[in-house]
């Protein structure tokens, strides 16, 4: 079983020094997080309607298949789902 993990986003002083932020610097990381979310929402759209089942976590979601590691790194391939935008990992089936 082949497992996607898709960053969302984390705590706001992962992304910015909260004590010294200027305001610019929030309206940078808005934009950023808007575009982040969008294309998070792409992902999703593609691996939903290719089978993948999903659950929430914290900070990201994560998706399950049963296909062999190289098989969703082709899928992800022909998806145009970049390797630097998820996390892919095969569990070992007990």
Known sequence: M???SLYLFGKPEWELDLDKAEPEEFRRFADSLRERLYRAA???EKLDKNG????GALYDICFYKKV???DAER?????GIKEDEIYLLEEEEE
């Open 2 to 4: 082949a497992e996607i």
């Open 42 to 44: 792409e992902i999703i």
């Open 52 to 55: 993948w089942e999903r659950s």
């Open 68 to 70: 062999k590691r190289e």
């Open 75 to 79: 899928e992800l391939k022909e998806l």
